[in-house]
């Protein structure tokens, strides 16, 4: 709701004000499924990649183009977690990254695109860090790399914040 809100207080249309909307709801769920239980649910990354494909048809002129560029873009974000998240299990012997936070990045290339993209993992990492270091101040006992930090609850929050802001300023005359 917020997110629709703050689109359609920030001129956009109707239609791009209820893809946020839902964007919004999905996002929510991801960050409080990802804080509780540690994962993210596979019907939540459907449900993003479908928006990102509908905002995609609603703002283009050559749809095939458009589509084939976002699927392609997804596919090198969705890459390049699964080489980091393999890399790391062979390096630690232990999972830094579950395959939700791999999906993620799937529907995160969808929505965003690659510069956007990069720009929503680097913001996710300093709030996962910052949420480590808080972790690690009210119970210093523990060793730090003991701590699980939810990443793909900071991530699918940057990502939201990421878009809405540039579909506030693609769209209106605002900023």
Same mark, same amino acid.
């Given at each position: 709701m917020t997110g629709g809100g703050a689109t359609y207080i920030g001129g956009c249309d109707l239609a791009t004000s209820g893809v946020a909307a839902a964007l919004s709801a999905v996002t929510c769920r991801i960050v409080m499924i990802d804080l509780k239980m540690r994962i993210i649910e596979h019907v939540d990354i459907a449900l993003m990649i479908c928006l990102g #494909? =509908?905002?995609?048809a609603m703002v283009s002129d050559i749809f095939v183009e458009d589509l084939t560029k976002c699927v392609a873009v997804s596919l090198l974000c969705g890459i390049s977690f699964l080489s980091i998240r393999i890399i790391y299990r062979l390096i630690r012997k232990i999972n830094g990254l579950g395959m939700g936070d791999?999906? =993620?990045?799937v529907a995160g290339g969808c929505l965003l695109g690659v510069d956007d993209f990069v720009m929503s993992v680097w913001i996710a990492a300093i709030l996962t860090a910052g949420f480590v270091v808080i972790r690690f101040a009210r119970?210093?006992?523990r060793r730090i790399s003991r701590i699980r930090a939810p990443y793909g609850c900071f991530h699918a929050a940057s990502m939201l914040l990421i878009w809405l802001f540039r579909i506030?300023?693609?769209?209106?005359? #605002?900023f």
């Open positions: #494909i =509908l905002r995609t791999v999906y =993620l990045a119970k210093p006992t506030v300023t693609e769209e209106s005359s #605002i």
